[in-house]
């Protein structure tokens, strides 16, 4: 039964390891992403298990909210486009220290 | 529950005024609608408890933090309306936004299910990344936009796992079931750890505080203040209604995981805050290791450290703000608010000097300001609960802080005045929301009988 | 309520000098002071010795946290607010002299931290004790601030944090306190009930002793003082010898010995070793000190050393000496400073090797001088001397040995007091200082109130001590009533 | 009569009083005059206090209490006079040869432009001695103590622009002040003791010890302490240096404080507490030690000196050698009466050396001085009678006391006799030097001052005449009984719980043997130094170079400044520099600035964690969530 589990961790932290290391932003977003559907995943495995269809309703908030951010997220990233003519996260380092 | 609706609506409105022409009279509309609401709330105190439909609490903890939230957002449209004067920001939009982020803010202080806290924290933060980078033309507002967005939708992501953790454990998400089904299994262990974490995050508790000084520091000034403020106090009075509605008393593992994380964020807060010489960023780092003091009742879960808490939120609200707002001035004339720049200050405009020290004195914890009060009893919690030896971490904290506060101060009153153009321009309103706040600053400082009395019901 | 207009009549008059504008905020601060002092004799007049506490006002201010507004005075509160509103005017007339920029906020800060030195000497409230004492700081950090000379920043900064140290160890200790007391209240008697275990006692004595310590200041918590001394203006450096230093004392007294007997015998030979230690150390150091100013704030430190040695001496004896030191400490130091006032006033300097033969051209002045030196060196029939005679009773009592070497104070101070009046005093006229004036009118009326104490109280210090035995019998009482008795 | 006893020192405190407040309104020549008046009134006062004394009516006196002073626990302070046979004699002296040096003052000082300071000095000092010595307790007498401490201070600093004067005033005071570390010591030992510094009541309690063993030792510290404070005053060694240097101060000022009155405090301190030594052997080993021992050290510096008032100096010290000579062996009254008779030719041999100054316009040294007999007759009369009188040729006043004294070390020891005798020819010797050199042969100094050579005005020739007339028949008081007397002056102070030494042992016929060897070799000195410097003409060296080893080391006074600069003085210089450039800058405020710095520096460091890199960032998030995951489930 803690296939699901193995599975969905396995997925979140493939998702995590790319915020880590990806110097792309898109790509960024793209494994936030994969972090949250890793979650979904677990959600509805959990709602099977529990036979509880909260979970599902709960996967439900999560696409939708997901959806709002990452356009939120797609219009900061055409902002530093404008400014930075690339998407690359390393020319963004003003504020530091 | 009203409150929510009534702001959303009014949110909407404010939206909408452009195109209906209403544009002129927006901003009295919404001063007069928030005093209202205030009021509105401030008068459901007493009511009996009641949940509505499941999700949402309507008891004396979210009133007594939704008002405290909806009068810090009272308090940013009036200081904030010089900065729009420019023309540089949409005003309806900003307005709106701002009444949103209010929107989640307060539904952070009264969720009863995680769906609730995960839509409250989302609509809290989404209008927060789009305000932090509003000012598209200068890069680092929308370098700020960008870290705050990656880091925030990592710890949501964070969020969720806990989240569905917990529901894996409880097979809830209801707040009052989870505490029944809590149990000893691991997966709510970590459950409940990552989900302390995603709110460690949002109160910027060292390590998760990273995003803090760079989004305090890119973001537009006037933006910074309602963040350092409105979004402290919603987080924290999230977390702490989480907690406090899951336990009746905070598991061992966790607590020390909280008392960690408040003695490193006390440390590392103000240590790093000691070196800044930008006062925008100084006050973010600063408002990190506030954090750190918060954090230190969150262990005992009694009444006084909820009531402690909120005194000390509330003071602190009301200090940062005027902080912030004459970092905002300085910055307006002098391009960037480095401690050098707040030179002479008190020569060219006095008032503005003895309003800033007024904050900072209160920031660090001396009398008669309202961070002492805040402080003492917040010390006076903890050591009831048996931790004197993170009292004393936090005092030798309190000594750094008075440090790098005094270094505004010291420059304030004995520099020469290193610019010919002194900062001398109109308050005009603005002027006499700063008395105020400074009168409620000392007030609260001498007489915190009344927000003990308040805080003691919650 | 005379106690409540004591603290409130400086609130009002800061507030009325700030307004007045810069003309007449002297005449009016002056004036407040003085009218200030006319309330506390009228107090010291009307004051019932055999009452205990005299004045008492308890008003509840934060009943949930068991604070109230709860003050009085007994013979020592009495005796040291009588120190202060005395100095107080003498303080704001001398600084007539300097030319300060900005004299309103001066005058109000300085009425301010009156009305909060006040409020410390008079708290029955610990919370309320604590309130006032860091609000007394306040108004001295931004005199030295703004009024100091070139180096104030950084030194008044050390100043600062490291007093604030000490402040905020004494809060833990006094939450602390409060955590054990039987009615969770800040009240003195309260606090004087809590029923400490050995260890605790230690821990609370350990942070009192570092807070108060450090005001005073003992060895080796001392190092801030000097350069403090140095650099600020010279009403600063009279407010904190004259009568800040005498907060920490006056911690001790009221909220040390009573509190933590246990401890006081367990580690009362360490306090008191180290104020003998800083005697010496102090006064030695003083010898070579080449700027007066310097120098004296190394002999304050000795002065407050002997003064803490009797502190923990446990006796009778001791503790009056201590307040009768503590009066004339003040006075004396105040004298001395406002003597460098007119030093610095008429030269420009307070190099010693810069000044000498000034008695040619100031020979009233040269009068004063050596009368507030030979109190500051303890000669009978000054008040200097009452004190020292009876600190040096109670250290004896406690340990002949330690008597012995802080006694060593009165050779070490006729050594540097004799020594550094020589050479800024005695000797040919010097040239440079050929147009130097005699004492004004101004300087004769703060140098001749300051002579009569130093003899009356030197002659007569039974009007001060008869004020204060009661009290002191009181206090001494407590402590060896609640040292468990020994098996 | 006792209600007029606080007058006595009333008197000259008012006329300090008037003469420093009014200083400007008084004119110059009148402030002696005013000084003096207050000083005839206390002595008329105190001559009244004697005649009753004698009679006897002053015994068992209780104290005079004129207010209560300190009062503190069990401490009871009074401010109040004990009047009794012993401080009415000592009153009497200092009021009376004060009262001389006041009216020889105002001729010698009186074209000095600060003589109403110098006036008012002297009433103050007159006014402490007489506090020292009619207090009815310790403190008092400390009160008086440090105030005639203070007056010397200031009088021998009094022509403040040389700083070598000043130099010698500071001092004086430092010195006396180590003393006083012990007098205060012994009177907190005392009141630890016996609760009271009364002395009546410590007496008192001290004699109904029973058992004295047990108390011995404490006695024998608090005897030794006082002792200590008594060193520091009446300049024994090793705290003897300040007194010679002391010779800074106006001429006068040297015959009243320190030779007739002040230095002799530690005597009448000793005599007063003679019930405490008296329980202490050893303390009185002791004093006798330190008294012989500085009577020949100081006797021996004299032998080369050349200043006339450094000789009269070192002999004064002498002399104070003598006294502790004569208590050490327990003769309380024998010390107390040759502090009589020397208060009387010491007066006379510094006021007349005052008038040979004065004559010689300020000249000190007797090297340029020289057959002045001639033109100063009556100073010359009075000195040799002095002289005369200190090397103890008999019926002169000095012979008697100084011969009490030799009855009692040789009753103790006979090597203690010869000590005694050794000293004495030794001031003979120096004496007589000085006598010579100044007195007799020619005149060795420029023209001009031999023309300004003159005897001086009566205003200071009749003080003179005066002492000399009590410096010859002030030694009848106390005629022993193998010359026909009855030892009045003993008996005298008997009254005054004075212990009487014990009978004596000794036959007639050695008392006579003993007599007449002492003074068989003192003839014989003053013949010898007679031969060696009028006869041969003998000249002190003019310059060290030509000084014997001996001489050079007497003369150097045996290098003990110089030991004590480089013991004491420059010891403490140092460690005062080391104390504040090392401990204090490196040691103690460099914990406090490192912890400081350390803060800084771990600030600065830690802002650079601070990358600005949005995936360190979240690797740090990532970091600590494991680590926290790790010790929740590891712990």
């Not at chain 2, 209202?36 to 009641?50: K, R």
């Not at chain 3, 800083?278 to 190394?298: M, P």
């Not at chain 3, 147009?435 to 030197?458: A, R, Y």
């Not at chain 4, 005298?492 to 068989?520: C, F, R």
Request: glycine share 8%; net charge neutral.
């Amino acid at each position: 039964m803690s296939e699901y589990l193995v599975l969905c961790l396995i997925l979140f932290s493939l998702g995590a390891f790319g915020v880590l290391y990806r110097r792309n932003i898109l790509v960024m977003f793209m494994s936030i992403e994969l972090m949250l559907n890793a979650v979904n995943l677990l959600m509805v495995y959990f709602s099977a298990l529990h036979n509880d269809q909260s979970g599902q309703v709960f996967v439900f908030f999560i696409m939708a909210v997901a959806a709002a951010e990452i356009t939120i997220g797609l219009a900061i990233l055409v902002m530093i486009f404008r400014h930075l003519g690339s998407i690359n996260i390393d020319s963004l380092k003003n504020l530091k220290w | 529950m009203n409150a929510i609706i009534l702001i959303s609506i009014l949110g909407i409105f404010t939206m909408m005024s452009e195109f209906i022409g209403l544009k002129k009279f927006i901003y009295p509309i919404i001063l007069l609608s928030l005093v209202g609401i205030l009021g509105y709330n401030i008068c459901s105190f007493w009511n009996t408890p009641e949940v509505h439909y499941g999700m949402l609490l309507h008891d004396n903890y979210s009133v007594a933090f939704g008002s405290l939230l909806i009068t810090i957002t009272l308090l940013w449209f009036l200081l904030s309306r010089e900065s729009y004067s420019a023309g540089e920001f949409n005003q309806g939009d900003h307005y709106a936004l701002i009444l949103f982020s209010t929107v989640g803010g307060l539904l952070l202080v009264s969720f009863t299910n995680m769906s609730t806290l995960f839509l409250g924290v989302e609509i809290l933060s989404i209008p927060l990344y789009i305000l932090a980078g509003s000012r598209k033309k200068d890069i680092r507002s929308v370098e700020a936009s960008i870290k705050y967005f990656i880091l925030g939708s990592f710890a949501t992501g964070i969020m969720l796992l806990g989240i569905a953790l917990i529901y894996g454990a409880t097979g809830t998400f209801d707040l009052a079931a989870i505490k029944i089904a809590a149990s000893q299994q691991s997966l709510f262990y970590v459950g409940i750890t990552l989900l302390s974490i995603s709110f460690a995050f949002k109160i910027s508790a060292v390590p998760f505080h990273f995003w803090v000084p760079d989004v305090y520091g890119g973001a537009p000034t006037f933006i910074t203040a309602f963040m350092s403020t409105f979004v402290k106090v919603a987080a924290f009075g999230a977390f702490y209604h989480l907690l406090d509605s899951i336990f009746t008393q905070v598991p061992s593992y966790l607590s020390y995981t909280l008392i960690g994380l408040s003695a490193l964020t006390i440390l590392i807060g103000n240590l790093a805050a000691s070196y800044q010489n930008n006062v925008k960023r100084l006050l973010a780092f600063s408002g990190v290791s506030q954090a750190g003091y918060m954090l230190m009742v969150f262990p005992m879960l009694s009444v006084g450290s909820k009531s402690s808490l909120f005194v000390y939120l509330a003071g602190y609200a009301v200090a940062n703000l005027i902080a912030i707002y004459v970092v905002h001035s300085i910055e307006k004339l002098k391009d960037e608010a480095t401690v050098e720049n707040f030179g002479g200050l008190a020569k060219s405009n006095p008032f503005l000097a003895f309003v800033m020290t007024l904050a900072l004195i209160s920031l660090a914890g001396i009398p008669p300001a309202a961070g002492f009060f805040g402080k003492f009893y917040l010390f006076t919690e903890v050591i009831k609960g048996g931790n004197i030896y993170l009292v004393l971490i936090a005092i030798l904290g309190s000594l750094i802080s008075v440090y790098y506060y005094f270094k505004t101060i010291i420059a304030m009153y004995s520099e020469p005045e290193n610019t010919s153009s002194a900062v001398r321009y109109e308050f005009g309103f603005a002027k006499i929301i700063l008395v105020i706040m400074s009168v409620l600053v000392v007030l609260i400082g001498l007489f915190p009988d009344i927000l003990l009395q308040i805080g003691k019901q919650i | 309520m005379i106690t409540t207009l004591l603290i409130i009549l400086p609130l009002v008059a800061a507030l009325l000098v700030y307004l007045a504008g810069q003309r007449l905020a002297p005449t009016v601060a002056i004036a407040a002071t003085v009218l200030e002092f006319a309330v506390a004799l009228y107090a010291y007049f009307t004051f019932d010795v055999a009452a205990g506490w005299n004045f008492a006002v308890n008003q509840e201010w934060i009943p949930s946290l068991g604070i109230s507004f709860n003050i009085g005075m007994d013979g020592i509160s009495m005796a040291l607010v009588l120190l202060t509103t005395f100095l107080l005017p003498i303080i704001l007339l001398s600084s007539l002299l300097s030319p300060l920029k900005d004299k309103a906020s001066f005058y109000s800060l300085a009425l301010i931290m009156q009305s909060a030195l006040i409020g410390v000497f008079v708290a029955k409230d610990l919370f309320l004790f604590y309130i006032f004492w860091e609000l007394a700081l306040i108004p001295i950090y931004f005199i030295c601030l703004l009024w100091g000379d070139e180096n104030r920043r950084p030194v008044t900064f050390k100043f600062f944090i490291y007093t604030l140290f000490g402040s905020l160890l004494m809060l833990a200790a006094i939450i602390y306190l409060y955590t054990v007391t039987p009615e969770k209240s800040f009240a003195l008697e309260n606090i004087y009930n809590t029923d400490l275990s050995a260890l605790e006692q230690t821990w609370v004595f350990a942070a009192l002793f570092l807070a108060f310590g450090i005001k005073m200041p003992i060895f080796p918590l001392h190092t801030w003082q000097p350069s403090t001394y140095t650099s600020a203006p010279i009403a600063g450096t009279m407010l904190l010898s004259g009568i800040m230093l005498k907060m920490g004392i006056y911690g001790v007294i009221r909220w040390v010995l009573p509190v933590v007997p246990t401890a006081l015998m367990n580690w009362g030979w360490l306090a008191a070793l180290l104020s003998v230690i800083g005697i010496v150390y102090a006064s030695i150091i003083a010898i070579r000190q080449s700027n007066y100013k310097t120098l004296i704030a190394y002999v304050s430190i000795a002065h407050v050393g002997l003064i803490a040695a009797g502190l923990f001496s446990n006796s009778v004896e001791g503790l009056q000496g201590v307040i009768a030191q503590m009066l004339a400490h003040g006075v004396n130091v105040v004298g001395i400073l406002f003597v460098i006032e007119i030093l610095l006033n008429r030269t420009g300097t307070l190099e010693i090797s810069k000044l000498g033969g000034l008695r040619n051209q100031m020979p009233q002045f040269a009068v004063f001088f050596v009368v507030i030196m030979m109190a500051s060196i303890a000669l009978p029939s000054t008040n200097g001397f009452i004190g020292e005679f009876l600190l040096f009773v109670g250290i004896f009592n406690y340990n002949p040995y330690l008597a012995a070497v802080a006694g060593l104070t009165i050779i070490l101070g006729a050594v540097y007091m004799l020594s550094s009046y020589q050479k800024i005093m005695l000797g040919e006229a010097k040239s440079a200082y050929n147009n130097v004036l005699d004492l004004t009118l101004i300087e004769k009326s703060i140098l001749i109130p300051i002579v009569i104490v130093i003899f009356v109280f030197g002659l007569f210090p039974n009007l001060v001590l008869d004020l204060t035995e009661p009290a002191v019998n009181e206090i001494l009482h407590t402590v060896n009533n609640s040292i468990p008795v020994a098996n | 009569m006792m209600e007029f006893v606080w007058l006595i020192p009333a008197l000259p405190l008012l006329g300090f009083l008037i003469l420093s407040l009014f200083n400007k309104y008084i004119p110059k020549s009148a402030s002696g005059y005013i000084a003096s008046a207050m000083l005839l009134g206390s002595f008329l006062i105190v001559l009244n206090l004697l005649f009753s004394a004698i009679s006897g009516q002053l015994i068992e006196q209780p104290p005079v209490v004129l207010f209560h002073w300190v009062h503190a626990g069990n401490l009871n302070l009074s401010l109040s006079f004990q009047i009794d046979n012993l401080s009415v004699w000592f009153m009497s002296i200092i009021t009376g040869v004060g009262f001389l040096i006041h009216v020889y003052s105002i001729s010698y000082m009186h074209d000095d432009e600060g003589v109403t300071r110098y006036f008012s000095y002297l009433n103050l000092f007159i006014f402490s001695m007489l506090l020292l010595v009619m207090g009815s307790n310790y403190v008092v007498m400390f009160m008086g103590w440090e105030g005639v401490g203070l007056c010397s201070y200031l009088l021998i600093g009094f022509w403040f622009k040389n700083q070598n004067y000043n130099d010698a005033a500071k001092k004086a005071f430092i010195m006396n002040r180590i003393g006083d570390l012990g007098f205060l010591l012994g009177m907190l030992l005392i009141y630890n003791q016996f609760g009271t510094l009364e002395y009546r009541e410590v007496f008192d309690q001290a004699s109904k010890i029973i058992n004295p063993n047990e108390v011995s030792t404490i006695i024998t510290v608090i005897t030794l302490l006082l002792f200590v404070g008594a060193m520091g005053k009446s300049a024994q060694i090793p705290l003897y240096t300040w007194l010679p240097d002391a010779m800074a101060g106006p001429t006068p000022v040297s015959a009243l404080i320190h030779a007739a009155t002040m230095v002799t405090a530690g005597i009448y301190m000793i005599a007063r507490s003679n019930v405490l030594y008296s329980m202490a052997p050893c303390t009185l080993d002791v004093i006798y030690i330190i008294g012989t021992g500085t009577a020949i050290l100081a006797a021996l510096i004299g032998l080369t000196q050349t200043d006339i008032k450094k000789v009269l100096a070192y002999s004064t010290v002498s002399q104070l050698g003598f006294m502790f000579m004569a208590i050490g062996l327990g003769g309380y009254s024998a010390g107390v009466f040759h502090v009589t008779t020397h208060a009387f030719f010491k007066a006379l041999l510094f006021l007349g050396a005052g008038s040979v100054i004065h004559a010689m316009g300020g000249e000190q040294d007797i090297r340029k001085m020289g057959g002045l007999m001639k033109k100063l007759p009556i100073t010359f009369i009075t000195f040799i009678i002095a002289t005369l009188a200190i090397a103890g040729i008999p019926p002169l006043a000095g012979f008697f006391s100084k011969d009490a004294i030799l009855a009692l070390a040789f009753e103790a020891n006979p090597i203690k006799w010869g000590l005694g005798v050794f000293a004495a020819l030794l001031t003979t010797f120096y004496m007589f030097r000085m006598l010579y050199l100044t007195f007799f042969g020619e005149f060795r100094g420029t023209q001009h001052q031999k023309e300004h050579l003159h005897e001086s005005p009566l205003l200071m020739t009749i003080p003179l005449m005066i002492l000399a007339a009590l410096t010859v028949f002030s030694g009848f008081i106390e005629v022993p009984h193998v010359l026909g007397g009855h030892n009045w002056f003993s008996h005298y102070l008997a009254a005054a719980n004075i212990a009487l030494p014990e009978a004596s042992h000794l036959s007639n016929s050695t008392e006579y043997l003993l007599m007449g060897t002492a003074l068989a070799l003192v003839v014989s000195v003053i013949f010898i130094t007679y031969f060696l410097y009028v006869s041969k003409k003998t000249q002190p060296a003019s310059s060290e170079s030509e000084m014997s080893f001996l001489d050079k080391l007497s003369y150097n006074k045996f290098y003990v400044d110089e030991l004590y600069d480089f013991v004491i003085v420059k010891p403490l210089g140092f460690l005062s520099d080391f104390n504040s450039n090392i401990i204090e800058k490196h040691f103690i405020d460099r914990i406090v600035n490192v912890s400081g710095k350390s803060i800084q520096w771990s600030g600065k460091t830690i802002r650079y964690i601070q990358s600005g890199d949005v995936n360190t960032y979240a690797i740090f998030m990532v970091i600590g969530i494991v680590v926290i995951l790790f010790l929740n489930l590891v712990l």
